[in-house]
């Protein structure tokens, strides 16, 4: 049973790493290193990079729900009197209001990736303002679920040191 816990706190733990270091990797390194790109190659890349890690999130996303569950429920953690009624309690119900406001971005940034895919497959110049536009909301997207993930791991460990209740 010692090996079954060991193995799904792994899995939660490996599936935030997967999300939030991604994120943490594109707003920052990738970003970066693609700023000499010319507008429709930039376009292309962040078309790639979409495609490639957002199957990727959802299903660590997933992974994180299915194991924070499994483990809340194992522990007796899930009851209103635990989560209202303790600091590790709340730490644990604002890593779930985290995780919803981070999934609702995860919607929206997806929504709009297929929204500029459409764009630029459409016959004619796609309009730059509204690809711009598209863009810019992307990454503050992005960079709002970096922080809140980020949050939500501060949280964690947190929750860690004060121990289950």
Known sequence: MLLVGVAIGWIHIM?????????????FVLKKA???LS???LGKL???VGAAFGPVVWIAT???ILTGVI???ALGLLSPSVLLGS???NLLLAKMVLLAIIIFNTVNITRTG???????TTDGVPDAGLISKGHSRIKALGMTNLALGSIAIVFAVSMRFLGAP
């Open 15 to 27: 599936g935030a790493v997967v999300a939030v270091g991604g994120s943490f990797f594109i707003n």
């Open 34 to 36: 693609s700023a000499h």
């Open 39 to 41: 507008p429709p190659e």
């Open 46 to 48: 962040n078309q790639s």
């Open 62 to 64: 997933v992974l994180i």
């Open 71 to 73: 483990r809340a429920g």
């Open 87 to 89: 600091t590790y309690g």
């Open 114 to 120: 297929l929204r500029l895919a459409t764009l630029a």
